[in-house]
């Protein structure tokens, strides 16, 4: 049986929009170097996602070597936004995430008025600057002094290649065969394994990627993002009404999931894959 390797890594500077994929990628506590360091937030400070805006997916932010970003979106001319400096003692504002409040820095008002213009909705760009104490993981599938940037909960998310071609064959014999096959991007991983059997990640604990070994957290429920397609920012039904019919766990609509590193390293594309515990 050949040995399972990782495919692709992601990475997405700005929480919602289209991300990259390296060739390697450091692994930091709180997730990939700078993956969803970034996030919009409307005018009472709460969170927009594909969720509220799903033209969010036709935008992209590439990651400049320092930390900061390149904007760019359909009908804007790009933008370059600095990492924002925190300057004390009000140099943070709080934003709400999923219930959680956090204090992030304000990005340079030019990017403020790039992505309201892009959204025709008053928005601003806020910067996690201490992931390292600014938003901690959810408790209850936690270890102390765990923490968080902007992704949804956890610091990675995995989905394994089998597992997307076990759902596609599912939606293909569903009411909604014509959206499918859906590709990955619909689910937004951080990591891509090759090499497993469908749906194996369900009883994993710990694994390894490379020299570098993660915690399974839990599994990762679903939303409305993922019927939406990263290309067009149009929505369909898939893969929603397959995953309740056929991968539902109580309330949650469930595929790939969420990773706690244990220690700092590197990972690689053809990293070997090892499922610890």
Known sequence: MSIPVLRSV????????????????????????????YVVVDTAGR???QRQHARLALASAELLPDGGITLSAPGLEPLTVEV?????????????????????????????????????????LVHMDD??????????????????S????????????????????LIAQGDHADEGPLP???????????????????GWRRLSIGDVSFRVARSCGRCVVTTTDQLTGERGKEPL??????????????FGQNLVPEHRGTIRVGDPVKILD
């Open 10 to 37: 992601h990475v997405h500077p700005v929480k919602a929009l289209r991300g990259f994929a390296p060739a390697e990628a450091e692994v930091e506590p709180w997730g990939l170097a700078g993956d969803r360091r």
């Open 47 to 49: 969170i927009v996602t």
């Open 84 to 124: 924002p400096e925190l300057s004390a003692p009000d140099g943070t504002i709080t934003v709400e995430i999923f219930g959680t409040l956090v204090e992030a820095v304000p990005a340079d008002p030019a990017a403020h008025a790039w992505f309201s213009a892009y959204l025709e909705n008053e928005v601003r």
């Open 131 to 148: 992931p390292a104490h600014r938003r901690p993981v959810d408790p209850e599938f936690a270890l102390p002094g765990e923490t968080v």
């Open 150 to 169: 902007f992704a949804d909960g956890y610091p990675l998310l995995a989905a394994t290649t089998s597992s997307l071609d076990a759902l596609n064959s």
């Open 184 to 202: 990955m991007n619909r689910f937004r991983p951080n990591v891509v394994i090759d090499g497993t059997a469908p749906w194996a990640e369900d």
């Open 241 to 254: 009404r397959t995953l309740a019919q056929h991968r539902k766990d109580g309330s949650r609509l469930i």
